[in-house]
């Protein structure tokens, strides 16, 4: 099943931050996260594995609540690179197929 | 080292014909899926190969849908009769881990059916 992702969209300036969450109906065992920008392939950002695990990367950060099947992808102080969509993804138990949310749109502006 | 790549890049095609759609995966790489993205949406998956196993067509929409890698490299997507509503862009990712981990994407083939 699909995971659903909140919000569909978003409209930053530059320095400002942004939450992306992701929930799912489902048990999650992995979240997995890319971004993709218009007219390119997606781009792997990170996976999360474990209940409770948070990851950093940059300044681009997530979380997974394995009990509340929900993670969120935090962006600090973002900046014009960091537009595009955010996808995160939840795999089945034996890990062959990846299932992406609709996705979330983050514009940065200057 | 090369990334994903993917033929072509465009294809259109009439209704009813038949396409096939090429997938080079980073060398070395086990795993390797492909997925329909529909303009505005998630990648979806079709399908996932470890080596030249076809291990998940779960995703695949209909028997028209065909995936091979017989060597456990290259992989072909197939596609027969095709429908207006196979129109999309199909991502081909490669990864080297078993299973859905760190996948590299492929930059896609546009499909038009006409």
């Known amino acids: 099943q699909q995971p659903v992702q909140s919000p569909q969209a978003v409209i930053l300036r530059e320095g400002e931050d942004a939450v992306i969450n992701c929930s799912s109906s489902k048990a999650l065992y992995s979240v997995h996260w890319y971004r993709q920008k218009h007219g390119e392939a997606p781009v792997f950002l990170m996976i999360l594995l474990k209940g409770g695990e948070q990851k950093g990367h940059d300044k681009i950060s997530a979380s997974f609540n394995e009990k509340k099947q929900q993670s969120s992808l935090y962006l600090t102080a973002s900046q014009l690179s960091y537009s595009g969509t955010y996808f995160c993804g939840t795999s089945n138990q034996a890990g062959t197929a990846l299932i992406f949310g609709k996705g979330t749109t983050l514009s940065v502006s200057s | 080292g090369a990334g994903v790549s993917q033929s072509p890049r465009y294809k259109v095609a009439k209704r009813g014909q038949d396409v096939a759609l090429r997938c080079d995966p980073i060398?070395?790489?086990?795993?390797l899926f492909w997925y329909q993205q529909a303009l505005g949406q998630g990648p979806e998956f079709l399908t996932y190969f470890q080596n030249e196993a076809q291990l998940d067509k779960s995703g695949l929409p209909s028997d028209r849908f065909f995936a091979e890698r017989p060597e456990g490299s290259v992989s072909t997507l197939k596609i027969q009769r095709t429908q207006q509503e196979d129109s999309a862009v199909y991502l081909c990712?490669?990864?080297?881990?078993?299973?859905?981990?760190?996948?590299?994407f492929g930059p896609g083939t546009r499909l038009t059916v006409t």
């Open positions: 990712a490669s990864s080297s881990r078993l299973g859905s981990y760190e996948q590299y």
């Open positions: 060398s070395g790489h086990v795993s």
